[in-house]
């Protein structure tokens, strides 16, 4: 059976956008700062015209998994997640120590929002969100300038005034967008959410233009604990669907972080089904995020990939 899911990782469709593209090093955390004018519209639109971004020409992400991150129950254990947290950051910015690691991407100065996801069957966890908010903290962020939230976050007054973000939530098959993983996580910030659900939410990437949003995302995590790998319909959730992976994603590239968990993802369900079984809805918007909008690496082959811990059914 043919895997439609999978055209868009054509070699042919990357170097066609390969060739249009400004391809520069990455140094440092921001890799993804503008060139062109402070404002932008709520949502593109055709024929706008979108802003330059420096691609980089490869992007590196930190999979880190431990057989310990779950319990007799299924349930994560707090300082082991923490603990690979700690483990992921540290590998991601150079350093020997958490510690250290945070001190480069937040400062104390900054006002942190630390986005994660409240949906009921398959959230960030509140393991990983204490997590996070810790190591905010202990970076020497004041208390009244860190905030954990969702859905809240247009009207938090920490996100309204935040100078970084820190993007958080669990990896799941998606109706409307074939996964919601990262890249998707930040559709609260728009006012009119549905409004992004239109040709399989392929210009989702475009949520990363808004305002409140733009250009301020220190740390991206896609929560690998319990991933769904599988779904029908809206809002649906079955626990056959999903397994213990006990790992977590870590990237400052957006782009490069959900296309690694989609990978996965994949693999899983070649695995399950016992061949390639497309998504009912393709993922088409990493891609997009890429070609269209120039918001990281979508290209397996220009990811590069550190793994810490034990990588048996890593499935990549």
């Known amino acids: 059976m043919k895997d439609k899911s999978r055209r868009w990782w054509s070699r042919r469709d990357f170097l066609r ?59 994560p254990r707090a300082e082991v997640v923490a603990r690979m947290l700690d483990q992921g950051v540290a590998a991601l910015m150079g350093e020997s120590s958490a510690e250290a690691a945070w001190t480069k991407l937040v400062k104390p100065a900054d006002t942190v929002g630390i986005k994660s996801n409240a949906w009921r069957f398959l ?26 939230d969702d859905r809240g976050v247009l009207e938090n007054p920490v996100f309204k005034r935040s100078t970084a973000l820190i993007n958080a939530r669990p990896l799941r098959t998606h109706h409307w967008a074939g996964v919601g993983s990262c890249i998707k996580n930040y559709i609260m ?43 029908k319909g809206p809002h649906h959730f079955d626990p056959r669907y999903t397994w213990q992976y006990r790992g977590l994603i870590l990237g400052t590239d957006v782009v490069a972080v959900d296309a690694t968990g ?42 590069d990939i550190t793994r810490l811990g034990p990588m048996e059914g890593a499935l990549i």
């Open 189 to 231: 910030f728009s006012p009119d959410p549905p409004s992004w659900h239109d040709d399989a939410c392929a210009n989702l990437a475009g949520l990363w233009d808004l305002p409140a949003v733009r250009d301020k995302t220190r740390l991206n995590v896609l929560v690998m604990l319990t991933p769904l790998f599988h779904g």
């Open 123 to 148: 959230s960030t966890t509140p393991e990983i969100e204490g997590a996070l908010r810790k190591r905010v903290l202990g970076a020497g962020v004041a208390e009244d300038r860190v905030a954990v």
């Open 262 to 303: 989609l990978r996965i993802l994949e693999a899983k369900r070649r695995d399950f089904f016992g061949e390639d079984q497309p998504f009912a809805t393709s993922p088409k918007h990493i891609r997009v995020a890429e070609e269209k909008f120039r918001l990281g690496v979508a290209d397996p082959a220009r990811i």
């Open 17 to 75: 956008s390969a060739a249009t593209a400004t391809v520069v090093g990455a140094a440092g955390v921001s890799v993804f700062c503008r060139d062109g004018a402070q404002t932008q519209p709520a949502k593109p639109s055709a024929g706008t015209a979108l802003p330059k971004r420096p691609v980089p020409d490869r992007a590196r992400v930190i999979l880190v998994r431990d057989a310990d991150a779950l319990d007799a129950g299924g349930k």
